[in-house]
């Protein structure tokens, strides 16, 4: 007999991340479950590659499919671990090349988008006077503009807001960030998947190259992180009053045009608002084969 379709979800930070992944596909599915371990004879989804992960999960039970709870590269797509994986889901035809150059069967791909920005494209902006500029670095155990940031934040003109959303790492509530992220005009990041995610909601993104650029090419050269900053792919600052400058260049002319077709690569506009559907469609057809 065939079980649900089950979610593995984990404790802790990430678990709130998971479920932002989780909720847009349930809505498109009958009958599902979220657990901790795998269950035989089903469609197990999960977020994490680690090995310990895969231990604690019992991964190798049921059909395994792997969706990363991100966008960004930071070189953790693992090729070995994705392996172990009966499937890997994939936001869109860049990350399928990627991984078929690196050997994962096509078959095995599903390429069906990014659920998690679901409900942000059904969220109306809000009518303001003062532009919003929202700094959303990643964790500081990764490359980060988190602290040093901090120190530039009173120095902002009157002309913004600035607001910041910090990693759920690096936050006491562990909230990630996401409504926040709806609502800014602007947004400063450094390497993690907010870059792609403000992107993909046609949102500028500045860059400060001069807390992160060096540390990051020399730390994970190959990654798609890397090819951003190497060729200026967005709006790059080489100073705190330079990124003032970009600010309203970006709001005078918006997502520039390397950045567009980079995340229209990453995450297609047909995928945008439902992936969620997608997904759910997608794993269906496994669950049907797999009868």
Known sequence: MQNP???????????????????????????????????????????????????????????????????????????????????????????????????????????????????????????????????????NNSISS???????????????????????????????????LAHADIVIADSGSLLYEAWALNIPVIFPDWLVKEKLLRHYPTTLEAKIYRENIGYHATSFEHLIELIYCALQHGVDQSAKKLIDEILPPSFRGNSGKITAEKLLTLQMKSK
């Not at 984990?10 to 992944?21: A, D, E, M, R, T």
């Not at 940031?149 to 910090?166: A, G, K, M, R, T």
């Open 146 to 180: 988190y602290p040093q940031f901090n120190d530039y934040l009173n120095q902002f003109p009157v002309d913004f807001v600035i607001e910041s959303s910090l990693h759920p790492q690096n936050k006491q509530n562990n909230k990630p960030t996401f409504t926040e």
């Open 5 to 139: 379709i089950n979610f593995l979800t984990v404790p802790g930070l990430y678990g709130k991340v998971v479920n932002s992944f989780i909720e847009p596909i349930q809505t498109h599915l009958g009958k599902s479950k979220i657990s901790k371990e795998s269950i035989p004879n089903s469609i197990n989804l999960h977020f994490f590659l680690e090995e310990h992960y895969r231990k604690q999960s019992k991964s190798e039970i049921g059909t395994s499919v792997f969706m990363s709870h991100g966008l960004a590269d930071k070189g953790w797509w693992d090729i070995n671990s994705i392996n172990t994986y009966d499937y890997v889901c994939v936001p869109g035809p860049l990350w399928m090349r990627k991984m078929i150059q690196e050997g994962i069967p096509e078959k095995k791909i599903l390429m069906v988008g990014y659920p998690k920005l679901d409900p942000l494209y059904f969220i109306k902006k809000e009518e303001k006077q003062v532009k919003k500029v929202l700094w959303a670095p990643t964790h």
